[in-house]
């Protein structure tokens, strides 16, 4: 017989059964399931989170499969969430999954509550829209941004996404890597606050590697609103 307990066994040795039964009754909402999207679904889909709401419109395209970990080559031409939605719901089975072919614009009018929501998306505009609307909700979101071998990470509470110059600008060109680098920070932001363990907030976290190919990490205090 399958437990939380002997499923999430690793995890209850970590924290405990009560903290590990706790995230039974959270929900969370990842908008974008394409490289960070997936990860971040696999990551936080099997660490007993009882319910993941994945937001995406995009069907897997060819280009997408390498650094995509969810997709294979049969999947191509299919809604991204859906799959996502179906790998989660195979590997855990105490979590439920819902998948939203629909831009975040039309999701946030679904009148349901979160606890927290993940950034996935490569979209600036799309990134101040969810600051806006988690600020309305009063739950915190997770921002991740990749381009190149860098990316950024974020855990905004009280900071504006406004900092940020709103453009058109999409990354030029990615390493898989990266993608699951980034998107693993972000899980672990998201799962320590779920836990209630301690986390730090409204602090940007920037990754590179220099011209010695040293990876850097750079911290930098976001304005938070008065």
């Not at 969370?28 to 936080?44: P, Q, V």
């Not at 395209?61 to 790998?87: C, M, P, T, W």
């Not at 040293?214 to 609103?225: A, R, V």
Request: glycine share 6%; charged share 20%; aromatic share 12%.
């Amino acid at each position: 017989m399958i437990t939380i307990e002997n499923y999430f066994n690793r995890q209850v040795q970590l924290w405990g059964e009560e903290t590990q039964k706790s995230l039974q009754d959270k929900k969370i909402a990842i908008i974008g399931s394409g490289g960070l999207g997936c990860s971040l679904a696999y990551a936080l889909g099997t660490s007993g989170i009882g319910e993941i709401n994945i937001v995406d419109f995009d069907r897997v395209s060819l280009h997408n499969i390498h650094r995509q970990i969810a997709f294979n080559l049969k999947d191509e031409g299919r809604y991204k969430s859906e799959v996502v939605a179906e790998i989660i719901k195979s590997k855990n089975p105490f979590v439920k999954v819902y998948a939203y072919t629909i831009g975040f614009d039309e999701f946030q009018n679904i009148d349901k509550e979160y606890d927290i929501i993940l950034d996935a998306t490569d979209n600036l505009y799309v990134r101040e829209e969810i600051d806006n609307f988690s600020k309305n909700m009063n739950i915190p979101w997770v921002y991740g941004g990749v381009e190149a071998f860098n990316g950024q990470v974020c855990f905004f509470d009280k900071a504006s996404f406004q900092v940020f110059t709103i453009s058109e600008h999409k990354p030029v060109g990615i390493t898989a890597p990266i993608v699951m680098h980034i998107a693993s920070l972000q899980a672990n932001l998201a799962l320590r606050y779920l836990a209630k363990l301690p986390i730090v907030k409204d602090k940007l976290y920037y990754l590179y590697f220099n011209s010695n190919g040293e990876l850097i990490t750079q911290k930098f205090n976001m304005p938070t609103q008065s």
